[in-house]
């Protein structure tokens, strides 16, 4: 069983920095993240950094993301409050 940290996974802008440019989105902000906290409520939106590590790192683990949020509703869930 590998014991590979997820902070030892290359970050997927470093990887491929020559290839791919991050296009000009916004950043999540404080308020974005207080927004899906009220509407999905509290217990169903992850920002701890260390609950988020799962969420970063792709399957192969290969690359990791950089994520602040997840929210923990299905589409099947978000449909109703939508």
């Known amino acids: 069983m590998s014991s590979l940290k997820t902070s030892d996974v290359e970050l997927t802008s470093v990887r491929y920095k020559d290839h791919v440019q991050r296009g000009n989105y916004a950043k999540l902000e404080s308020q974005d993240i207080a927004y899906f906290k009220d509407l999905l409520g509290k217990t169903r939106v992850v920002t701890d950094t260390s609950d988020l590590e799962g969420h ?5 683990k290969i690359v990791r993301g950089t994520t602040f949020m997840d929210s923990l509703y299905s589409t099947h869930n978000l449909q109703f409050i939508v």
């Open 56 to 60: 970063n790192v792709d399957w192969l």
